[in-house]
């Protein structure tokens, strides 16, 4: 018999079983019921996007880009006027750290609309998260968030104000 997988011709002098290649060790029935697996990987053909396709895409990232810069620049002046605020006493200190809070996370959620729309990577994205509740890292965390995203709105023909990115 020669085998399917290695094409090794048996012998009569082999000591393997009747059932096995004496070269290759394979089952001559596992190798004759996938031929399918015997076949060489192929990868698959990239089929490129239409130019429409991409602007859309760009389109889309750009706009998320610009909504997270919004988001993540009027968090930072709300925790200015929450902080005036913690100063002038007018609200409880309770009350006062819940809103902060908040402001955190909605900070948190422009953040990720940003390393989307840039295309970061997830472990990116994480990183950048951690780092927007320690202070002054935030700050400049942010500020370099923003100048990217800033970039590419210019870029693409938007106009880019005091409180970000516009079509």
């Given amino acids: 018999m020669k085998c399917p997988k290695c094409s090794y011709e048996r012998r009569p002098q082999d000591d393997a079983p009747d059932w096995q290649c004496p070269s290759c060790k394979v089952a001559y029935a596992k190798v004759m019921r ?3 697996a ?23 990232r750009i706009l998320l880009t610009a ?8 968090s930072i002046v709300a925790v200015f006027v929450l902080r005036a605020i913690d100063r002038s006493q ?3 200190a309770l009350l006062l750290e819940l809103l902060l809070l908040g402001t955190a996370l909605y900070r948190v959620s422009g953040v990720v609309k940003m ?3 840039l295309g970061s990577t997830q472990n990116r994205k994480l990183l950048f998260m951690v780092l927007s509740f ?10 370099h968030l923003s100048v990217k995203a800033t970039r590419i709105a210019r870029d693409a023909g938007w106009r880019v104000g005091l409180f970000g990115a516009r079509p």
Avoid at 67 to 74: A, E, K, L, P
């Fill in 38 to 60: 015997m076949a060489p990987v192929v990868a698959p053909v990239a089929v490129a996007a239409e130019p429409e396709e991409q602007e859309d895409d760009l389109h889309e």
């Fill in 115 to 117: 390393c989307t729309g």
């Fill in 90 to 92: 007018l609200l409880p």
């Fill in 34 to 36: 996938a031929p399918a």
């Fill in 67 to 74: 909504q997270g810069q919004r988001i993540v620049i009027w």
């Fill in 134 to 143: 320690f202070p002054l890292i935030n700050l400049i965390l942010l500020a």
